[in-house]
Each structure stands twice: as structure tokens, then as C-alpha cells.
């Protein structure tokens, strides 16, 4: 593995990229520590990866089946429309 | 999947403009002309959000639908007042919310979101994954994430893949669940969110962030196990 010479010297920590990784990737890191943050993302191979992997963990929840409508409730639910646009 | 029409930038329209958003309007519109299959689309469309909400503060998940049931017939009693100061979608979930804290309170129980800002202090990843303070390079990986880009897309998209990320939301703490429900799983924008269920922004981050750690964790143990 090759020593990430400096790094501390790019203003975050592995250990700190992490913590704010979902700031980073909701776009709510102010600017400049959007700057420092993409300084240290781009001579670390290993914050890097970290950063694609949550994004990767969020766009496979999207792929989950979520919870179905059950079949009596839509019944329900139309039957209670229908009471509705008679009232 | 569900049909994730609420774009971000349709409720950040719907709230700037203070009109109901070009989809919306169309939709609310048939709804109040009483026209049965646009129900029955927003129906089912809001369904995983709607179910998401309730579950955070029913005990069942048949409490949960009659909750469900409950804020439908009141979004129709309502319909006529729907202004568009926040799209469809947060307004019904709104309702869905209101409806479930009632019930939780007259069951004298206390709602989830009540302690939103203690929750876990678990840390995203575990201390030992990093460098000691007498390391040369403290606070660095000791050993990088394996790069996921490079598994076969079978292996990474796979039914068994999927099954590990659904188990780990559904252990999640209730906040960290209901929030990554709604905003991985259904597609809510994290301001539908916060009106929702009335986090600040920053809560709503540190619930997400901690909810998508872990199941980054879980899936890391996954594919590289
Ligand atoms: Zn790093």
C-alpha cells in the first residue's frame, strides 16, 4: 500500500473524511471545505472508495421492493372515494 | 419501486411560487373531480412513503394501514384546502405523520421522533479500521474499502445483495429507518423529509449518514466476507 504522504496536510483525516461523508455527499459542506475535502478525496484511494461505496449503499436501498399495497386496503381506500364523491 | 414523480425541484417550486406545482395541479385536479384511477395511482404510489411514516409510530403493521386508511380519508376531506405551499406527496405525508402521533399519544405512548437528537453515537466505522494516535499516520485507513466498481454488476445488483441491504434497514434504529425509507428507498427529497417529520436539516443528515454507514458496513461484510 502506498503511505498517503502529507495527508494531514490536506486539512481532514481519514477518520474525519468518513464522518462527514454524507455532508460531502448531500452538498452541505460549505465551499471551502468542499475544496479540502475533494483535495484529500483525490490523494486517497482509500476515502475515495469509502465516498463511492455509501453512494453504492444508497442507490441499492433504491433497489429494495418496498412495502405493497395490500389488496384489502386498496378496496378499502377505493371504497371510501367512491363514499367520498358521493357526499 | 415506487413512482417517484416529487421531484426536488418540484417542491422547491411548489414552496417559491406558493402554487401548486404543474404535476400536482393536474393530479389534485382529477382527484377533486372525483376521477378513480388517479386515485388509485397516488394510492399506490405513496404507498412505501405513506406506510414508512406510520410504521415509525404504529406498534403493527396493521395499525400502520389503518393509519394509512385513516390519512387518506382525511387528504379527501381536505382536498379542496390543498394550497401547493409544499407538493402532494409531503401534504399527505404530513397528514400520515399527524394522524400517527395523535394515535401514538392517545395510546400514551411516546413518539420516536421525540428523542431524534439523542440516538445512537455509533460511529460510522469502527475506531479500529484507522491508524492510532502513535501511528505515523494517525487517523488513516489501516487497510482501504475494496472497490465495489470492480465486482461483476450480477454480484453487486444480485437478489442476495438485495436481501442483505433490506436486513440491514430493517435493523436499523426506528429514526435512522424511517429516514433512509424515505429518502433511499421511496426517493424523498431531504426537505420533504424534514417537513415531514419536523427534523432540522442537520438531524435529518446525521440520521441518514448513520443509517447509510451501516448498511455500507453490512454489505462491506457482504462482498468482501
Ligand atoms: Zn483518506
Redesign the interface.
Known amino acids: ?1 502506498v ?2 504522504l502529507g ?2 496536510e490536506h486539512g481532514y ?4 473524511v ?2 462527514v ?3 460531502y455527499v ?1 452538498g ?1 459542506l460549505p465551499p471551502e471545505e468542499t475544496t479540502l475535502f475533494e483535495l484529500h478525496l483525490n490523494f ?4 475515495f ?2 465516498i ?3 453512494k ?3 442507490a ?11 389488496e384489502p ?2 378496496l ?3 371504497e ?3 363514499d ?2 358521493r357526499s | 419501486m415506487s413512482a417517484c414523480t416529487y421531484s426536488v425541484g418540484t417542491v422547491t417550486e411548489a414552496h417559491t411560487a406558493g402554487h401548486i406545482a404543474a404535476d400536482d395541479s393536474a393530479l389534485v385536479a382529477r382527484l377533486r373531480d372525483g376521477d378513480e384511477r388517479a386515485f388509485e395511482e397516488v394510492v399506490s404510489s405513496f404507498y412505501p412513503s405513506m406506510i414508512a411514516v406510520a410504521r415509525g409510530y404504529a406498534r403493527t403493521r396493521a395499525v400502520a394501514d389503518e393509519i394509512v386508511q385513516e390519512a387518506w380519508i382525511g387528504v379527501l376531506k381536505g382536498i379542496d384546502r390543498f394550497e401547493g405551499r409544499s407538493s402532494l406527496r409531503t401534504w399527505v405525508l404530513q397528514i400520515v405523520a399527524n394522524i400517527a402521533r395523535t394515535r401514538a399519544v392517545r395510546e400514551a405512548r411516546s413518539a420516536p421522533y421525540s428523542s431524534f437528537e439523542t440516538g445512537d453515537a455509533q460511529p460510522a466505522v469502527e475506531p479500529e479500521r484507522f491508524r492510532g494516535p502513535d501511528d505515523p499516520f494517525p487517523g488513516h485507513w489501516r487497510s482501504y474499502p475494496t472497490d465495489w466498481r470492480t465486482l461483476p454488476e450480477e454480484r453487486l445488483v444480485s437478489n442476495e445483495t438485495l436481501a442483505v441491504v433490506k436486513q440491514a434497514i430493517a435493523e436499523l434504529p426506528e429514526n435512522q429507518r424511517i429516514v433512509i425509507t424515505l429518502r433511499d428507498m421511496t426517493g424523498c427529497s431531504a426537505a420533504e423529509v424534514c417537513d415531514t417529520l419536523g427534523l432540522s436539516p442537520e438531524n435529518q443528515r446525521v440520521l441518514l449518514h448513520r443509517a447509510r454507514a451501516r448498511v455500507r458496513a453490512r454489505l462491506e461484510r457482504h462482498l468482501d466476507g
Open positions: 500500500m503511505e498517503p495527508i494531514r483525516t481519514c477518520r474525519e468518513v464522518d461523508a454524507s455532508e448531500e452541505a486517497c484511494d482509500g476515502c472508495t469509502f463511492d461505496q455509501i453504492q449503499a444508497a441499492l436501498s433504491r433497489r429494495v421492493s418496498e412495502d405493497e399495497l395490500p386496503l386498496r378499502g381506500l377505493l371510501a372515494f367512491r367520498w364523491k
